[in-house]
């Protein structure tokens, strides 16, 4: 269990088999001396953590989903580039036949294929932009399991402060705060970052919407009746 929450931080020790801090470092096996009903602030900053973490995990979900759909995108995007060299094709050769009636079909079919293709690059772009935003969000979450961790490690060394404990004599309060304010200020940065990140998809969904209205509006109005 300790190596899988370690695994999911970004450079911070997990508590969970011992605490690292610039201030030292704290054994978990220490706190068992310290009274249960004195553990609760420890308690709260390891339950903060493990929320952290757990978010952690959706974002790199997230993550994976954004990359396979901007696979599937370009695939599309792929077919949608195929159609337009076609129906210039047969643009071509309707232009050579003579025949007007053909040539006008092939042109709008031209027409109509460059509008898929816009439709399909619109997508892509959007796709990206959300692939950008769930780096982003990935970025940001592994940020806050630090700040979390280092809540924890604060918390940790208070408990065994309090209980008395010399192992953590030359250690220093003032480290671990430190050490907090320092990756509550990187996480800060970083949901800066990740609300850029959704301005940009919300741009791309936008210009993905306009040109599906685009081709929508281009649709021949079947007969009535």
């Not at 195929?82 to 094709?89: I, W």
């Not at 208070?158 to 010399?166: H, I």
């Not at 970083?190 to 919300?202: C, G, I, P, T």
Request: some cysteine.
């Amino acid at each position: 269990m300790a190596a899988a929450l370690t695994a999911l931080g970004s450079g911070s020790a997990c508590s969970h088999g011992g605490t690292t801090a610039s201030a030292g470092t704290i054994n978990e096996q220490w706190l068992a001396r310290v009274p249960e009903g004195e553990l609760q602030g420890v308690e709260e900053a390891r339950a903060g953590e493990r929320k952290a973490r757990d978010e952690l995990v959706r974002a790199r979900s997230e993550q994976t989903d954004a990359q396979n759909m901007l696979k599937v995108t370009k695939a599309h995007q792929e077919k949608a580039k195929a159609g337009v060299a076609a129906a210039e094709s047969k643009a071509k050769a309707a232009q050579k036949s003579g025949n007007a009636a053909l040539l006008q079909q092939s042109r709008d079919n031209v027409d109509r294929a460059n509008e898929m293709k816009s439709v399909s690059d619109s997508r892509v772009e959007l796709a990206q932009a959300k692939v950008e935003e769930a780096n982003a969000h990935e970025k940001l979450a592994s940020a806050h399991v630090d700040t979390e961790h280092s809540k924890t490690e604060l918390a940790e060394y208070d408990a065994l402060v309090a209980n008395g404990d010399t192992r953590v004599k030359n250690m220093h309060r003032a480290n671990f705060q430190a050490t907090e304010a320092q990756k509550r200020s990187d996480e800060l940065a970083l949901k800066a970052e990740y609300s850029k990140s959704q301005e940009r998809v919300a741009e791309a969904q936008k210009k993905y919407d306009e040109a599906r209205s685009t081709l929508q509006a281009s649709q021949p109005t079947p007969p009535a009746g």
